[in-house]
């Protein structure tokens, strides 16, 4: 199961996505979310928001249709700047983009439980966070002078918070990059080194496609799935701050783990922007088509394996292209229609850069240049980044092509040119072929 998050795409309805600055007359405006967990049965929420006192303040009930059951006591202030609400945790509906009962704790996004302000984007937002009779709180936000910080405009994309019982384990991920795991004691029969030596390796693995590991900061919620084996599901939530929700099987091997390819694809993810205008296939497509090139360089994916996969899976995406236009592409093509797409584009590189660049070069040039799962991009911006650091012009020539009208594409003929050639139980190389030592490069690394 890819992991498609329907929140996200309801997200693209929602307007100023880059809200403007206020005008340089006005200070900008902040606003301070004092929260409060007690209670270990219901995992209650008490929050007090305030804004500065430049003007009145208006705040949206938090909770969307289904979770009007967990809120309880929403009084706006009598100075027409604060309100105060308690939200109850565990009367949320389950679901991964509401709610996840997990033992003696709770998951669920910052967008569900924080009530937001009628103000501008640009707005401050502070929290601090207590929790008394032995709970714990964890957020992927970002910690300064013992608060935790964010935006406004970040509040509709609001990452994971966890609430409740729960163990944190803090994992280097190279340089001062740090990946902070939250478990859920005696549920998986894997022990937590093997979790952990996985998740350090994977984000090795990730560090040398991007150049280093995407986000100083990683929230991971490693939660375990009743009777199920393997790794189950995963999705990353940015706003604010890069958060991963990974479901993986009770019963799970290592060998399952590094199997998998859920936890390299999300933390791909980890490495872009929020692309926004109908970009879910430049998203998708970076993660479907980087995923098993960077297993394959680990070691975990044999690279005959990966060329079966692209030959056999990448012919689902090809009317993304050639009929729909990736601009108009849903599901299941966003996947595979983006992941021709970055092959396409990881071949033109090469070739016009005569192997000086290639498509990392350009993910990297974008994540360097701020583009991580925390903030949003216009899709423009992306493709204008990526196609001035390779100096090719691929992405720009490829988007007018495939983008917001459809073209023809000849997949045998490039799959002739690389030299892979489908078989009944795999592939056979051809290494005559003329686009052979392309072939090679892309899953030699650099
Ligand atoms: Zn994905």
């Avoid at 998050?5 to 005008?23: D, H, V």
């Avoid at 949003?376 to 012009?393: I, K, M, Q, S, Y």
Wanted: with cysteine; glycine share 10%.
């Amino acid at each position: 199961m890819r992991s498609f998050s329907l929140s996200a795409l309801a997200a693209l309805a929602l307007p100023a996505l880059f809200s403007a600055a206020p005008a340089a007359a006005q200070p900008a405006r902040s606003c301070h979310y004092d929260i409060r967990l007690h209670d270990p049965a219901a995992l209650i929420l008490d929050v007090t928001a305030r804004c500065d006192d430049t003007g009145p303040v208006a705040f949206d009930r938090p909770g969307e249709a289904g979770m009007a059951a967990a809120l309880e006591r929403f009084e706006p202030g009598a100075d027409g700047r604060s309100v105060q609400y308690r939200f109850r945790l565990g009367d949320l509906a389950a679901s991964p983009e509401v709610a996840q009962r997990i033992g003696p704790a709770v998951i669920s996004p910052l967008s569900v439980w924080l009530s937001p302000p009628d103000l501008p984007g640009s707005t401050a937002v502070t929290l601090s966070v207590t929790a008394g009779d032995g709970l714990d709180i964890a957020t992927g936000l970002p910690q300064r002078d013992g608060l935790l910080r964010m935006t406004a405009a970040d509040l509709p994309y609001g990452g994971f918070a966890v609430f409740g019982r729960f163990t944190r384990r803090l994992l280097p991920a190279g340089g001062d990059a740090k990946i902070e795991l939250v478990g859920f004691p005696g549920r998986l029969q894997l022990d937590d080194a093997t979790i952990d030596t996985w998740v350090t390796d994977s984000a090795k693995a990730v560090s040398q496609y991007y150049g280093h590991f995407p986000l100083r900061h990683t929230l991971i919620l490693a939660t375990p799935v009743r009777g199920r084996a393997g790794i189950q599901f995963g999705q990353v939530r940015g706003g604010g701050g890069g958060t991963m929700l990974l479901q993986i099987g009770e019963q799970a091997t290592r060998a399952q783990l590094y199997d998998g390819w859920i936890l390299v694809h999300e933390m791909i993810h980890l490495g872009a922007p929020f692309v926004t205008g109908r970009s879910f296939w430049l998203m998708e497509g970076m993660a479907t088509y980087g995923e098993p090139v960077i297993r394959a360089r680990a070691g975990w994916y044999p690279v005959p394996q990966m060329w079966h996969e692209f030959a056999s899976q990448m012919p689902r995406g090809v009317d993304a292209l050639t009929i729909q236009s990736l601009d108009a592409v849903t599901r299941r093509g966003i996947y595979w229609g983006g992941a021709i797409f970055m092959l396409l584009a990881d071949i033109d590189i090469r070739e016009r850069s005569h192997s000086r660049a290639s498509l990392e070069t350009c993910f990297r040039a974008v994540l360097n240049d701020g583009g991580n799962t925390t903030v949003r991009w216009p899709r423009a911006e992306f493709l204008r980044v990526c196609d001035a650091a390779t100096g090719t012009g691929t992405m720009a020539r490829l988007a007018a092509r495939y983008v917001t009208q459809a073209a023809p594409l000849d997949l045998n003929a490039l799959w002739r040119d690389l030299g892979v050639k489908l078989t009944a139980d795999g592939v056979q190389f051809d290494d005559a072929a003329p686009k052979a030592a392309l072939r090679r490069a892309i899953t030699a690394g650099s």
